[in-house]
């Protein structure tokens, strides 16, 4: 029972243009919200967060949009450079109850096309 | 900061064979997880600890698998035996009193257990 879905595996997107990747989750409980960027061979790093007291939160390029109703959130990087290339993980917390630490989901490989 | 620094990168061990992995986290982080990453479950929490305590194991498989934090500057991560399905990247992160969930992963080690 994946608490956390990212159902693209894979997503292209030519530079310049708007990177739009999506999150569902199914916990209730979950109330603060995190991407993070990963490249091969590193680990993740945090990219950008929202709580849900919040619908969205922008950084720069990147900016990520709450539905708490649908319990969706995406991640929109605009624009799109072939430096973002890599593997986007969503993830999510409940500041109380439940288990701490963050629940991810599997992951979006974004591919940034010249 | 260095950042999280984890070791060995790289392990190729046989089954049945007692595994250590280590891990230094940030200077000055009260907080230390230890995640997993397989293809079919993706990135797992498996146990945190906070100021060196652990505080939730709730993730860690089974009785073959042990966790210490001795000081605030270095966390094992043993599995005994170890067993083929225990292949996979096994994190560390640290992260900072008060920004729990803004977690700073170390680079991984790749565990093959043959």
């Known amino acids: 029972d994946q608490q956390v879905k990212q159902n693209s595996p894979s997503l292209s997107v030519q530079e310049g243009r708007i990177s739009i990747l999506n999150c569902d989750y199914t916990n209730s409980m979950f109330d603060y919200f995190l991407w993070y960027k990963k490249y091969p061979a590193e680990g993740p790093t945090f990219l950008i967060s929202?709580?849900?007291?919040?619908d969205k939160n922008e950084d720069g390029r990147f900016t990520v949009f709450l539905n708490k109703s649908a319990k969706h959130l995406s991640l929109h990087i605009v624009p799109s450079q072939p430096g973002d290339s890599a593997v986007y993980f969503c993830a999510a917390s409940s500041s109380g109850g439940g288990a701490d630490g963050l629940t991810f989901g599997k992951g979006t490989h974004l591919i940034i096309q010249p | 900061d260095a950042g999280v620094i984890q070791s060995p990168r790289h392990e190729v061990t046989e089954m049945g064979q007692e595994v250590t992995l280590r891990c230094k986290p940030i200077?000055?982080?009260?907080?230390l997880f230890w995640y997993r990453q397989t293809m079919m479950r993706g990135l797992e929490l498996l146990i945190y600890?906070?100021?060196?305590?652990?505080?939730?194991d709730s993730g860690m498989p089974e009785d073959r698998f042990s966790a210490k934090m001795p000081n605030a500057s270095f966390s094992t991560l043993k599995i005994q035996p170890s067993e083929p399905r225990d292949s996979a990247v096994y994190f560390c992160a640290s992260s900072p009193r008060g920004e729990k969930n803004i977690q700073y992963f170390g680079a991984g080690t790749r565990l093959s257990v043959l």
């Open positions: 929202i709580s849900s007291i919040k």
């Open positions: 200077s000055g982080h009260d907080y």
């Open positions: 600890f906070n100021n060196n305590v652990p505080i939730d």
